[in-house]
């Protein structure tokens, strides 16, 4: 298993075998999770042998889910990656500091030691068992009490007022900033000498070594504020990142925890959704959200799945009709079949994809980790260099140059930087989510705005993918267009063509019977109508019945050159009717392709159909090209086509037929995902609708990510270089550089924020 189809058969396969909640493909590793409800799993194993691969269990080893309610920086995660890099069986972490969690790919003999290393850091690292969509590892923040930072906040004033006036010893105000300093800044000091003993530069670590310099030399009460001030701005900066957190968070409060179930006596009965069965009868009521994933059986109502979907109107349903998780119930009372578990609903999915896509790291932020671990160790060489050179070369005042030192050494954390990254990623994806897109990790967020060429398939992306009957023409004199209806509608519902559908659906009279009915492989049908036999079939079965003429001829190429498909109906003495179907374009399609062309993307459509009906629908659409007759691997090869070219290509399709050219495509975006099973896990954008407008606006969303991000790197960069100068000309005090440090930091998660209202 190494290719998008490959996974794509195995999804089919074992996608529908009752117990599977979930599938998580690495085709990079070649590796399957599944999370499943089997006592063994050898089921799973001759299924995946039924597909003609071979499956190996990993059993040996594991991967469990740690929540550190601590960590919530990236200093913090390379504190604990150091330390679990020492640990023999461990073998891949996954952060996610926005949640809090820290997934770890172990030996099962290897999880107790890494839990060890951890705690010897000072966390406090919580197991958890993997989570429905009712249970989540989103959580809000621990509340410290508050009582220290007022009562430091106070001491540090004191200290400050009374080294100010002289109004008392100096050993008093060595005493109000100690009490400030310990209110506030054993955690710190203790997180700080961690780092250090594991040789890591962190924020604490820099305080730490601050603080005590500037006590040293007698600095009491600036110690004591910067200390306070730290502390005050810590707090600042864990609620406005929460604001993040809650975006995700709040798709989890879309789905009722309880729902009302048929019992085997007849009776219906309140359960939680997490112990509701798959083909279990459900009921909703008016008003009431949906608990499961299902369809319809009993009752029409109208259902507004925004929450899922991102579609503004509410829909109609009817017995038949799917129903998502977590979409709300308006008018109408609802019985419906549950199809999925609650840990395998759509929105289940849609959690588990933003979540894993919250621990992928995007290009910026990548590039932001790389340039953070130069960046400290070197502001932190050159704050040595400040405190040494000057006294030693020149003779300069030893506690003068000191202090500009311990200033810098504030400002040389990185947190501004390396905090902006993802906020800003999450933020976006977020919003994205809000809209019924939903993007796989950060590089895709990043990467549409560089999109300057779009593939679309046809069928069912562009056009509704039902064809309907668009014409009927009369061709004999006289001939009634009703009666003619009903005579090629009662043929057509004989048939299960797809064109033979369009036909009979296009009329609603009633039926003639038809006798010595026949099928016409390659041609078309016949029957026998109130004695007289009748044919409806295409060009052939005309040329056939030799009751073709110039006239059909003429008006054959014409609704054919239109994309058209045309059958005729023909009685024993001559052709009767023409009528042509064909699958009709969306509305929102052609808006999609103005808003692409505004944007400076060009459009080009990907189609198995012919040439003819493929240059019809673009015309008809406003697309700059169509290629028509292609193939599977052939729309590959004209994506790969279009990338020689030096254009950046996105992919739009249905998540299965067009893998080979969703995979090959820079950004590979699925139609319609919260109608299929597999596109969620093959693209790497799901539109939860069909509706093509939503690519538009992950463009621009994109871009104005990248700006944000831009702006946050210039931001933090800018700020700390001007600091860097004012410091180095003594005229920046320590207070003066938290408040720059953190100032920053808190500019950067609220312009990130921004985002969440995209």
């Known amino acids: 298993m190494d290719c998008p189809t490959e996974q794509t058969l195995i999804q089919n396969g074992l996608g529908r075998m009752r117990g599977v909640e979930r599938l998580d493909f690495n085709l990079l590793q070649r590796t399957l999770g599944i999370w499943h409800a089997l006592p063994d799993t050898a089921p799973l194993v001759q299924a995946v042998a039924d597909l003609g691969m071979t499956a190996e269990p990993l059993d040996e080893k594991g991967q469990s889910r740690i929540r550190i309610a601590q960590m919530d920086c990236?200093?913090?995660?390379?504190?604990?990656?150091?330390?679990?890099?020492?640990?023999?069986?461990?073998?891949?972490?996954?952060?996610?500091?926005?949640?809090?969690?820290?997934?770890?790919?172990?030996?099962?003999?290897?999880?107790?030691?890494?839990?060890?290393?951890?705690?010897?850091?000072?966390?406090?690292?919580?197991?958890?068992?993997?989570?429905?969509?009712?249970?989540?590892?989103?959580?809000?923040?621990?509340?410290?009490?508050?009582?220290?930072?007022?009562?430091?906040?106070?001491?540090?004033?004191?200290?400050?007022?009374?080294?100010?006036?002289?109004?008392?010893?100096?050993?008093?105000?060595?005493?109000?900033?100690?009490?400030?300093?310990?209110?506030?800044?054993?955690?710190?000091?203790?997180?700080?000498?961690?780092?250090?003993?594991?040789?890591?530069?962190?924020?604490?670590?820099?305080?730490?070594i601050a603080v005590t310099g500037a006590v040293l030399i007698g600095q009491w009460p600036e110690a004591a504020m910067v200390m306070v001030l730290f502390n005050l701005a810590e707090r600042i900066e864990a609620l406005s990142l929460d604001r993040a957190r809650r975006a995700i968070r709040g798709l989890l409060e879309l789905t009722p925890e309880r729902a009302t179930v048929l019992q085997g006596d007849g009776a219906w009965e309140e359960m939680d959704v997490s112990r509701v069965a798959v083909d279990s009868q459900v009921r909703v009521r008016p008003g009431e959200r949906i608990g499961l994933d299902g369809v319809v059986t009993e009752g029409q109502s109208t259902v507004d799945q925004a929450p899922i979907t991102g579609e503004s109107l509410p829909v109609e349903k009817a017995p038949g009709d799917t129903l998502f998780a977590g979409t709300i119930n308006q008018s109408g009372a609802l019985e419906y079949r549950v199809t999925a578990t609650a840990s395998g609903s759509t929105l289940a999915r849609i959690?588990?994809?933003?979540?894993?896509?919250?621990?992928?790291?995007?290009?910026?932020?990548?590039?932001?980790?790389?340039?953070?671990?130069?960046?400290?160790?070197?502001?932190?060489?050159?704050?040595?260099?400040?405190?040494?050179?000057?006294?030693?070369?020149?003779?300069?005042?030893?506690?003068?140059?000191?202090?500009?030192?311990?200033?810098?050494?504030v400002v040389a954390c990185p947190c501004a930087l390396v905090i902006s990254t993802p906020v800003t990623i999450v933020s976006g994806l977020a919003a994205a989510a809000r809209k019924g897109i939903l993007i796989k990790g950060g590089v895709y967020l990043e990467s549409g705005r560089h999109l300057n060429c779009l593939a679309?398939?046809?069928?069912?992306?562009?056009?509704?993918?039902?064809?309907?009957?668009?014409?009927?023409?009369?061709?004999?004199?006289?001939?009634d267009e009703a009666l003619a209806r009903v005579l090629a509608a009662s043929l057509a519902r004989r048939s299960d063509h797809p064109v033979s559908r369009a036909v009979a659906k296009a009329d609603d009279g009633e039926a003639r019977p038809v006798e010595d009915f026949a099928?016409?492989?390659?041609?078309?049908?016949?029957?026998?109508?109130?004695?007289?036999?009748?044919?409806?079939?295409?060009?052939?079965?005309?040329?056939?019945?030799?009751?073709?003429?110039?006239?059909?001829?003429?008006?054959?190429?014409?609704?054919?050159?239109?994309?058209?498909?045309?059958?005729?109906?023909?009685?024993?003495?001559?052709?009767?009717?023409?009528?042509?179907?064909?699958?009709?374009?969306?509305?929102?399609?052609?808006?999609?392709?103005?808003?692409?062309?505004?944007?400076?993307?060009?459009?080009?459509?990907?189609?198995?159909?012919?040439?003819?009906?493929?240059?019809?629908?673009?015309?008809?659409?406003?697309?700059?090209?169509?290629?028509?007759?292609?193939?599977?691997?052939?729309?590959?090869?004209?994506?790969?086509?279009?990338?020689a070219e030096g254009r950046h290509v996105g992919m739009v399709g249905d998540g299965i037929n067009d893998a080979p050219a969703?995979?090959?495509?820079?950004?590979?975006?699925?139609?319609?995902?919260?109608?299929?099973?597999?596109?969620?896990?093959?693209?790497?954008?799901?539109?939860?609708?069909?509706?093509?407008?939503?690519?538009?606006?992950?463009?621009?969303?994109?871009?104005?990510?990248?700006?944000?991000?831009?702006?946050?790197?210039?931001?933090?960069?800018?700020?700390?270089?001007?600091?860097?100068?004012?410091?180095l000309a003594g005229d920046a005090t320590m207070w003066m550089a938290v408040f720059a440090d953190m100032g920053v930091s808190l500019l950067v998660v609220f312009n990130g924020l921004r985002l969440l209202r995209a």
């Not at 046809?458 to 006289?478: N, R």
């Not at 003429?549 to 058209?564: F, N, T, V």
């Not at 539109?687 to 407008?693: S, W």
Request: with cysteine.
């Open 74 to 208: 990236p200093t913090e995660e390379r504190l604990i990656r150091t330390a679990l890099a020492k640990v023999p069986g461990v073998n891949g972490l996954e952060f996610n500091l926005l949640q809090r969690t820290l997934l770890i790919q172990h030996e099962p003999e290897a999880l107790e030691a890494a839990l060890e290393e951890i705690r010897a850091l000072g966390f406090d690292p919580q197991p958890q068992e993997e989570t429905t969509n009712a249970e989540s590892t989103v959580a809000s923040p621990e509340r410290k009490p508050s009582w220290p930072l007022v009562l430091g906040a106070m001491a540090a004033l004191a200290a400050e007022l009374v080294h100010f006036t002289g109004a008392a010893p100096a050993w008093v105000t060595a005493a109000l900033a100690l009490l400030a300093i310990l209110s506030n800044g054993l955690g710190v000091y203790r997180k700080g000498w961690i780092a250090l003993k594991n040789r890591n530069l962190n924020i604490n670590a820099l305080m730490s």
């Open 351 to 409: 959690i588990h994809a933003v979540e894993e896509a919250q621990g992928t790291r995007a290009p910026t932020q990548r590039f932001v980790d790389r340039f953070s671990r130069i960046y400290t160790p070197a502001v932190f060489l050159l704050a040595l260099a400040v405190a040494l050179l000057p006294p030693l070369l020149f003779a300069q005042d030893w506690s003068d140059w000191l202090y500009r030192a311990l200033v810098l050494l």
């Open 456 to 479: 679309l398939d046809k069928t069912g992306t562009l056009t509704h993918g039902k064809p309907v009957l668009t014409d009927v023409i009369p061709l004999k004199e006289g001939q």
């Open 662 to 727: 969703l995979a090959r495509a820079q950004v590979g975006f699925a139609m319609a995902a919260a109608g299929t099973d597999t596109a969620i896990e093959t693209a790497d954008v799901a539109l939860m609708d069909d509706d093509l407008r939503k690519i538009p606006q992950f463009v621009r969303l994109s871009r104005r990510t990248a700006r944000v991000l831009r702006q946050n790197i210039a931001l933090a960069l800018g700020i700390k270089a001007v600091f860097l100068a004012v410091t």
């Open 519 to 643: 099928a016409l492989p390659g041609q078309g049908v016949r029957g026998r109508m109130e004695g007289k036999r009748y044919h409806l079939g295409n060009h052939r079965l005309v040329e056939a019945l030799g009751f073709c003429s110039p006239r059909i001829e003429a008006d054959l190429e014409r609704l054919e050159r239109q994309g058209r498909t045309v059958v005729v109906l023909c009685d024993e003495e001559a052709a009767l009717a023409l009528f042509a179907v064909a699958d009709t374009l969306k509305e929102s399609s052609r808006q999609a392709i103005v808003a692409l062309h505004e944007l400076g993307i060009e459009t080009v459509m990907l189609t198995g159909d012919n040439a003819h009906t493929a240059a019809a629908i673009a015309a008809e659409a406003g697309i700059d090209q169509a290629r028509g007759d292609l193939l599977p691997d052939d729309k590959r090869s004209a994506v790969e086509a279009l990338q």
